[in-house]
């Protein structure tokens, strides 16, 4: 089912460099206790659907001859219709992204005919023009003093002189805190090592824009280069074995 396509167009870290949203990928392990073997290969079943629509959906619809459209739903009968999905059905859909604890995906009828569509909140690389973000200003209650961008340590040296990079996608993806404080919606992987702060209120004082995604991830593109630069960091921390502050230079 799983296309050689999405072990080789992938959201992981490649080549050389660093990839800025290498920890803001799905996570689509397995989790939790032992279960019955029917309940595996459903679990296995939903990953391999989950990562299949996270490719199609922020990276691969156009090449895969769906319309994506410009706010980057696809129509759930076409994407469902498309060889790589026939496999599954609506209702394995619907369970996919109602149980998403990251809520990655929207599903919604289109307000002109009522199909059923689907799309990605963020992660995307195709040009998506009306994702519905919501731009954050300095005096909204919701605006973080800080946000924190996850990678590892491995690539510290490079953040640390460079700044952080969207690369070959549409916004850096950042949080308002670290995974599992205060409710904080975030698709920081859990290997991480590295912890990156944002000064927000600096950023935006140079014109660099921040917005909310459907799902509260906080997104921005960056400068005009698509850059976070070195002088809008706040702090950094290792993370592992345990937290501790580090140089920021």
């Known amino acids: 089912m799983v296309v050689t396509a999405l072990g080789h167009i992938s959201d992981s870290c490649v080549g050389e460099g660093y990839n800025n949203n290498e920890c803001f990928i799905m996570d689509c392990q397995p989790r939790g206790g032992r279960r019955g073997k029917g309940n595996r290969n459903e679990e296995s079943r939903d990953v391999r659907l989950s990562k299949s629509l996270s490719y199609a959906l922020r990276h691969g619809a156009i090449k895969m001859g769906l319309q994506l459209n410009s706010d980057g739903f696809v129509f759930v009968d076409e994407l469902l219709a498309h060889q790589q999905f026939r496999s ?90 670290l995974p599992g404080e205060g409710g904080v919606i975030s698709g920081m992987r859990p290997s991480c090592d590295l912890a990156v702060y944002i000064d927000v209120a600096k950023a935006m004082s140079d014109g660099i824009q921040f917005f909310w995604s459907d799902n509260g991830v906080l997104l921005t593109p960056g400068d005009a280069a698509g850059m976070l630069a070195p002088r809008y960091f706040s702090r950094a921390q290792r993370l592992k074995p345990s937290p501790c502050e580090i140089e920021l230079h």
């Open 88 to 177: 599954f059905s609506l209702q394995d859909v619907e369970r996919v992204v109602d149980s998403n604890d990251k809520q990655r995906f929207k599903l919604c009828n289109h307000p002109e005919d009522g199909r059923l569509q689907i799309r990605a909140n963020q992660g995307h690389s195709v040009q998506v023009t009306d994702l519905e973000l919501r731009a954050v200003a300095l005096d909204d209650p919701d605006c973080p003093r800080e946000a924190v961008h996850g990678s590892y340590m491995k690539h510290w040296p490079s953040i640390r002189s460079q700044g952080i990079s969207r690369m070959n996608r549409t916004h850096i993806h950042l949080a308002p805190g």
